[in-house]
């Protein structure tokens, strides 16, 4: 019971934040987990990825319903792009584990790639002005493979890589990368499931943690995306910014408690 409290709690409030900045939650819910410590490395990899995948499906629901406004063609793009870069994701997570055998090995990796990725996202957020206003189906197809791939692997769902590189490449604002944030989560995350049911199966994992997992998600994703849409966009890039330093701080203590 002790275990599902603190899930439900560290899902709820990494699926709010997440839902608002379009970071996803999982992007703080891995390192959190890491932290704590209760599972292995894969199986906090799927718990994040339900997760993830659970808040996406109802925030973007949320949003549609405040009436933000998606283009349908770089939606599907972007959207096809992240579920093949998402299978490719989960097969290399899975190849790394199998080649080192050790947990600490590729959380040592996955941590690493995170800081630095983290540090050029927040870099970028406040003082990147470059933006390169890209257009076409093929564009939009191979930046989501590349996010989907890149979430996948580190098991947070994207969300602060994707607004990032949403922004630069597109010259999308903050609320449009967010919600085109999320979609990408949502079906960088189905791939990722869907290789999980047809390879190993859910069996392996303890499931009875989707029960604080899934309610958790739903409830974050929901309360966030209805904040998001009352928010300014000079507010959402603070919470955006504040959230990728608190990762930052988390995963480097992550990363010295491995390496100690």
Do not use: R
């Amino acid at each position: 019971m002790k275990v599902i409290i603190i899930y439900f709690i560290t899902i709820f409030l990494s699926n709010t934040v997440g839902a608002i900045s379009g970071m996803g939650g999982g992007v703080i819910i891995k390192p959190v987990l890491d932290f704590i410590g209760l599972h292995s490395l894969s199986a906090i990899a799927f718990y994040s990825s339900v997760a993830v995948f659970t808040m996406s499906l109802s925030s973007t629901y949320k949003q549609i319903k405040s009436g933000i406004q998606i283009d349908l063609q770089q939606a599907l793009s972007i959207s096809l792009g992240s579920m093949i870069g998402g299978v490719i994701g989960d097969q290399l997570l899975a190849l790394l584990l199998e080649y080192f055998g050790s947990d600490d090995q590729v959380q040592i990796i996955q941590t690493i790639i995170m800081i630095i990725t983290l540090i050029l996202v927040l870099l970028y957020n406040q003082w990147g002005k470059k933006q390169y206003q890209l257009s076409g189906v093929a564009f939009y197809f191979l930046t989501g493979i590349s996010l989907g791939l890149l979430s996948t692997f580190l098991g947070i769902g994207g969300g602060p890589i994707n607004v990032a590189a949403l922004t630069l490449l597109f010259g999308m604002d903050i609320k449009q990368s967010t919600v085109y944030s999320i979609i990408t989560i949502f079906f960088s995350q189905i791939a990722k499931l869907t290789a999980i049911g047809l390879t190993t199966g859910f069996q392996v994992y303890d499931l009875s943690i989707l029960w604080a997992v899934i309610p958790a998600a739903l409830l974050g994703g929901y309360c966030g995306g209805l904040l998001s849409s009352k928010m300014e966009e000079q507010q959402v890039k603070k919470i955006y910014s504040a959230i990728v330093l608190l990762v930052l701080f988390i995963n480097g203590y992550n990363l010295f408690s491995v390496l100690s």
